[in-house]
């Protein structure tokens, strides 16, 4: 059987917990001493990878893990290494937004680069809510992709992958290479002791820039506004149909 060599894609976001604020221009949230994480969805899909690598100890020859973004993003690499992923790289791009299209062609270069046959990403972002790397990767690499992946499992050169849909689970199989983004059941990602933690820190990072790996970052959507949501209506209990009429009028909704 063909050796596996997983990448793993991940994305700095605001941490989970917290409830986004409104930046005062109404062009997206406001990151300002913010409590920043990995994303939920990326988090699943590196445990998903260190399960693998756990399972097949024989086969996997590599796990990497890679994030785009500023040199913050360092704290999830380390963070993932801590858990159990074996080496971490960190595309740099400054303060540079990067949309799903640009996410795409700089995972694409360094999959190339790094020969992997195997990508796992999280389904989306919770940040821009996108769900649009993975398919944009696999497109470009010409590799079948699995989305809302629930299962992943290995039948000699085939990866087979449960995904739920409307009304029950879909089961699909390909032969390697393949993209598969994760969904919230395929796994609960584990917690890293302190001893792992403390040598995560001092473990060597890879390095790259979008000018390395021959990629140019260029954005083709703006935001035009960003907007809270609609708080909802409390429920109002009336005793008759004519009390019912006089409330919709009242709410103006008749």
Same mark, same amino acid.
């Given at each position: 059987m063909s050796k596996l060599r997983v /990448?793993?894609?991940v994305k @700095? $976001? /605001?941490?989970?917990m917290l409830k986004p604020r409104i930046n005062p221009a109404k062009t997206g949230v406001d990151l300002t001493g913010q409590k920043m994480s990995i994303n939920p969805f990326c988090d699943i899909a590196v445990e998903e990878a260190i399960r693998i690598k756990e399972a097949h100890k024989d086969r996997v020859e590599d796990t990497l893990v890679v994030? +785009?973004?500023? *040199?913050? *993003?360092?704290q999830i690499l380390r963070?993932? !290494?801590a858990k159990g992923i074996q080496r971490a790289s960190l595309i740099d791009v400054g303060d540079k937004e990067l949309e799903p299209l640009s996410v795409a062609k700089l995972l694409k270069a360094t999959v190339e680069k790094e020969k992997s046959n195997l990508v796992i990403l999280g389904k989306q972002a919770i940040d821009?809510? +996108?769900?649009? $790397?993975?398919?944009? /990767?696999?497109a470009m690499l010409g590799w079948p992709q699995f989305t809302s992946a629930s299962k992943v499992a290995f039948e000699g050169e085939n990866v087979i992958v449960t995904r739920e849909i409307d009304g029950g689970a879909e089961t699909l199989s390909s032969p390697l290479p393949a993209v598969i983004t994760t969904d919230l @059941? !395929?796994?609960v990602p584990r917690f890293a002791n302190l001893a792992k933690v403390m040598k995560a820190r001092k473990a060597p990072l890879g390095k *790259?820039?979008?000018?390395? /790996?021959g990629v140019a970052i260029k954005n083709r959507l703006q935001t035009l506004s960003v907007e809270e949501p609609v708080s909802k209506r409390q429920n109002i209990m009336v005793k008759n149909v004519d009390e019912f009429v006089k409330t919709l009028k009242e709410l103006k909704a008749l």
């Open positions: /990448l793993v894609g @700095r $976001t /605001l941490d989970y994030t +785009a973004g500023p *040199s913050a *993003s360092e963070q993932s !290494l821009d809510d +996108a769900h649009q $790397t993975g398919g944009m /990767l696999a @059941r !395929l796994n *790259s820039t979008p000018e390395e /790996l």
